[in-house]
T-cell receptor, first 113, second 113 residues
Framework: DGGITQSPKYLFRKEGQNVTLSCEQN?????MYWYRQDPGQGLRLIYY???????QKGDIAEGYSVSREKKESFPLTVTSAQKNPTAFYLC????????????FGPGTRLTVL | DQQVKQNSPSLSVQEGRISILNCDYT??????FLWYKKYPAEGPTFLIS?????DKNEDGRFTVFLNKSAKHLSLHIVPSQPGDSAVYFC????????????FGTGTKLQVIP
């Protein structure tokens, strides 16, 4: 049963703490992405990775960091430098070329108190 | 700079009638367009797509129309069903090695039984 998993579904953190969101896929996709969704806005790209050990900044990378040590995993760290971290975070994956469809995980709702 | 625009944040339609969701884009380099459907607290799921070499693509109750000269596309759902109630995102990609997807802000469709 292939797909993308994100954990946890809900996450609460105190202001000033770093937090890492998990994203795992077993679709054998090379490319993985992190998006952020805020009310009334579309999905905004934070970081993307086309291949293991390589990743690029998206449109709103400030205050975030990622790693891509394994093809299946693309964790996102929300650092204390992120000014407004409370949001719904979505991870996606796709084949990097020729297939435009991205498959999304269920998302993680992060609330910073 | 919102390159993909969905100017109607919400739409209400009676069950059995046609739902028409609209999307406009500004980047003439976009050559592939997608519609995603999203339920609350879930990740978006791919619905239907269209290449810029076509002006229509149909899949069951869903049809997407593309008017390149007007930089406009629309999603038609006929007949609309209560289970279609969700947020619909229009998205677009431009040619290149990395398939960066630009999303619109979404339209919330409510199908009234």
């Amino acid at each position: 049963d292939g797909g993308i998993t994100q954990s946890p579904k809900y996450l609460f953190r105190k202001e000033g703490q770093n937090v890492t969101l998990s994203c795992e896929q077993n679709l054998n996709h090379d490319a993985m992405y992190w998006y952020r969704q805020d009310p009334g806005q579309g999905l905004r790209l934070i970081y993307y990775s086309q291949i293991v050990n390589d990743f690029q900044k998206g449109d709103i990378a400030e205050g975030y960091s990622v790693s891509r040590e394994k093809k299946e995993s693309f964790p996102l760290t929300v650092t204390s430098a992120q000014k407004n971290p409370t949001a719904f975070y979505l991870c996606a994956s796709s084949m990097p070329i020729g297939d435009n469809e991205q498959f999304f995980g269920p998302g993680t709702r992060l609330t910073v108190l | 700079d919102q390159q993909v625009k969905q100017n109607s944040p919400s739409l209400s339609v009676q069950e059995g009638r046609i739902s028409i969701l609209n999307c406009d884009y500004t980047n003439s380099m976009f050559d592939y367009f997608l519609w995603y459907k999203k339920y609350p607290a879930e990740g978006p799921t791919f619905l239907i797509s269209i290449s810029s070499i076509k002006d229509k693509n149909e899949d069951g109750r869903f049809t997407v129309f593309l008017n390149k000269s007007a930089k406009h596309l629309s999603l038609h759902i006929v007949p609309s069903q209560p289970g279609d109630s969700a947020v619909y995102f229009c998205a677009a990609t431009a040619p290149g090695g990395y398939q960066k997807v630009t999303f619109g802000t979404g339209t919330k469709l409510q199908v009234i039984p």
